[in-house]
């Protein structure tokens, strides 16, 4: 019981950091699914400077390559006008691509064990701050109603004598950051990188966004659930449930299944913020 | 460029024997160009797939999910339908389970408006391990220790089309091309191909002029999704000859890319899917030199990146 807890936990802090950071984007308007290539990135930047200069500035450098990602995401999409998802698609093709050959190139192949890593409990921290400091900035503060303002509709916004590009800068560093922590999180999980480790994370991140219809505490839910589903697929892999075998497989389908489902109206009304990749 | 010579000399690798190795393993021989022409064919009808879509406006991310279905359900009917006629049936079969699995992502974006894009990657994923899974368990071949189908005896394969060693140029690129002339065609001459291009260039004012736009969104992806599994039967009845984890290294990504840089013109799918065709055959060898397979990978991001910024440039000069 209490290993499942800890199980869903590890596998959902992931999930929340780079939901939170789709939050942070969609929310002001820019549609992103370039997580993925963002915590590859921040891996693979982390676990290379961990190794040579120690944890502090290997979480550090993660997190600037992430949000460097993030700016050129901001530069493609509100200053050269590439349509949203062809520049996150590039920026995971970019990542998918450079943490390899990053990889393959820099690190010592004669090395073995653990990289040395921050303890995993610090980032499990952030995934449960991260979301009550976003309910707190998002309903309390100005710069909250500015965020949500530049996504819901821009144009307005800016008749309103805001800035929806300088607001998006701002979200889109945020969301640097989230993938950051949660990239480096993979590392210090497991103690090394390795190939395309993220496996999918950045997308089923996007999945809870969507099911959690771009609310923060409903989509940090919906990524415990996820979480929940991966530990029990790892807890009852190749064992008999009531006489009925299910695959692994399966259960690593139902968090995709359910985000078609609820994508099609089926699960309560659509809720995408209305200026979403508008400018 | 820059950025891809950059990388090199950073792997320590110098670019002069790089690009040789690269064009020498792509075009250097016969061989070679044979190589190149077989990695052509499945980026030409998945490129083909995307571009159809992307006229439409509708971005088809979905179309390595569909390429997958394509490939699996067009080995099947060919291991159970022995001869030319299982071989036709093959083919319908890919361009059903290609189309039926784009089904979904068209219904939710014509009548529901929730976005292609989403939908598609979340399909993509649930292809992969749909697929895994069947070619794991149901449908593994008895003899075989890895998760993959029977091999399909070559009286069901497509037949070469050119085939005297060392030039070997399978028929599959020829059905590609006819259907990159066919489509050319249907775009410009046809009225719904002018249709569709409307409901792509501007949805409102398509409805506006009485034109159907979530039918033709409906469709577009239908049609995108069947040429996808036709890819995906052809990749499977004309080179592999069976299916197996792993079937795709990616062909969906790259055929993205392939449709971006083709455009407005359904004929220049062509050259653009030889490009990468060439870029990834002579990615192989590169691998030999130690140039990590990420490479390519990269370099076709950028490519995606940089070309579509050229193209906003222009369109934001001649506004």
């Known amino acids: 019981m209490l290993n499942t807890v800890l199980l869903t936990l590890s596998m959902a802090t ?27 990135m921040a891996a693979c930047v982390s676990a290379l400077v961990s190794v040579s ?14 949000v460097v990602m993030s700016l050129v995401h901001w530069l493609a999409t509100q200053r050269f006008g590439i349509d949203h998802v062809i520049s996150g698609m590039s920026l995971n093709a970019i990542s998918a691509g450079a943490t390899n050959f990053m990889f393959t190139r820099f690190s010592d192949p004669d090395r073995s064990g653990r990289i040395g890593t921050l303890p995993p409990l610090f980032y499990q921290a952030c995934a449960v701050i991260a979301p009550v400091a976003l309910i707190l900035y998002v309903g309390k503060t100005r710069g909250g109603l500015w965020l949500v303002a530049s996504g819901s509709d ?15 800068l701002f979200a889109l560093v945020a969301t640097g950051l989230f993938c950051g922590l949660a990239g480096a999180y993979l590392v210090a999980d497991t103690g090394v990188f390795t190939d395309n480790m993220t496996a999918g994370r950045g997308y089923i991140a996007l999945a809870a966004l969507i099911l959690g219809g771009w609310r923060v ?24 449930l009531g006489g009925f075998n299910l695959p692994s497989e399966f259960w690593t389908s139902l968090p995709y299944l359910a985000t078609v489902i609820a994508l099609a109206g089926f699960l309560g009304k659509q809720r995408t913020p209305a200026g979403l990749g508008k400018t | 460029m820059v950025a891809f010579i950059g990388m090199l000399m950073l792997g320590g690798i110098s670019p002069i024997e790089a690009a040789q190795t690269l064009i020498s393993g792509s075009l250097g021989s016969p061989r070679a160009i044979s190589g190149s022409l077989k990695e052509t064919t499945p980026l030409l009808l998945a490129g083909l797939g995307v571009f159809f879509a992307l006229r439409a406006g509708l971005f088809n991310i979905g179309i390595e999910g569909q390429f997958l279905l394509g490939g699996f359900a067009s080995a099947l009917v060919a291991l159970a339908v022995p001869g030319p006629v299982g071989l036709l049936l093959a083919m319908v079969a890919g361009v059903v389970a290609g ?47 890895g998760a993959t189908t029977a091999t399909i005896p070559t009286s069901g394969r497509l037949q070469a089309l050119l085939n005297s060693p060392p030039w070997n140029v399978n028929s599959g690129l020829l059905l590609g091309l006819l259907l990159c002339a066919a489509m050319a065609w249907w775009m410009k001459r046809r009225v719904a191909g002018y249709e569709l291009q409307a ?34 039967a052809i990749q499977t009845l004309a080179f592999e000859g069976r299916f197996y984890q792993g079937f795709s290294p990616g062909y969906g990504f790259d055929s993205l890319g392939v449709a971006l840089l083709a455009g407005s013109n359904a004929l220049l799918v062509v050259p653009m899917s030889l490009l990468f065709g060439v870029l990834s055959k002579g990615g192989t060898s590169l691998l030999i030199l130690g140039v990590p397979k990420g490479l390519t990978n990269l370099v076709a991001g950028l490519v995606i990146l940089i070309s579509a910024t050229i193209r906003y440039r222009k369109a934001a000069a001649d506004a």
């Open chain 2, 99 to 145: 189309a039926l699995w784009a089904l979904p992502a068209g219904w939710i974006r014509a009548y529901r408006n929730g976005h292609e894009v989403i939908t598609t990657i979340m399909l993509n994923s649930v292809a992969i391990a749909l697929t895994d899974f069947l070619v794991a368990g149901p449908v593994r071949a008895a003899n075989q220790t």
């Open chain 1, 154 to 168: 821009p144009e307005k916004a800016r008749l309103a004598g805001l800035q929806p590009d300088r607001i998006r």
């Open chain 2, 199 to 232: 409901v792509g260039a501007n949805a409102s004012a398509a409805e506006f002029a009485g034109i159907n736009v979530a039918k033709v969104r409906m469709n577009a992806m239908l049609v995108s999704g069947g040429i996808g599994g036709l890819g995906g």
């Open chain 1, 53 to 66: 200069h120690g944890p502090v500035l290997g979480v550090l450098a993660g997190i600037l390559a992430a």
């Open chain 1, 14 to 40: 992931p999930l929340v950091l780079a939901a939170m950071a789709g939050y942070c984007s969609e929310r002001s308007g820019v549609i992103n699914i370039g997580l993925e290539g963002k915590m590859l």
């Open chain 1, 217 to 240: 505490g409903q989509t940090a839910l919906a990524c415990l659930a996820f979480g929940f589903l991966s530990s029990l697929n790892l807890l009852f892999q190749g064992t008999q």
